[in-house]
């Protein structure tokens, strides 16, 4: 069991920055891939970055890809997701999760998700 809980969210203007962050629970967070989703209103819930349990393999959803790093470190057991350059078509309620098999880029493939923090970018 793996609980996580999303924070760093919040009201920036386009082309600002926030970090989220993710704080797991769990004595085994270093042995799982981590992911970054969104959702925005009335939208299906969208992959936006993986990380491997060692942090060397990276993923980024093309829309987001020179914008956004994705990062963990495995002894504070949290996973954060750096977002520069914020656009309003970033605005969403982010998740992370744990991956639990498949490809990394379909929600079906993670098992445990956090309660998700509000990005919302203004124009």
């Known amino acids: 069991q793996v609980q996580l809980v999303e924070s760093g969210g919040g009201l920036v203007q386009a082309g600002g920055s926030l970090r989220l962050s993710c704080a797991a629970s769990?004595?085994?967070?270093?042995?799982?891939?981590m992911g970054w989703f969104r959702q925005a209103p009335g939208k299906e819930r969208e992959f936006v970055a993986a990380i491997s349990w060692s942090g060397g393999r990276l993923y980024y959803a093309d829309s987001v890809k020179g914008r956004f790093t994705i990062s963990r470190d495995n002894a504070k057991n949290t996973v954060y997701l750096q977002m520069n350059s914020l656009k309003p078509e970033d605005t969403a309620v982010y998740y992370c999760?744990?991956?639990?098999?498949?490809?990394?880029?379909?929600?079906?493939?993670?098992?445990?998700w956090g309660q998700g923090t509000q990005v919302t970018v203004s124009s």
């Open positions: 769990g004595r085994t967070f270093s042995s799982y891939t």
């Open positions: 999760a744990t991956f639990g098999g498949g490809s990394y880029y379909y929600t079906n493939s993670y098992d445990y």
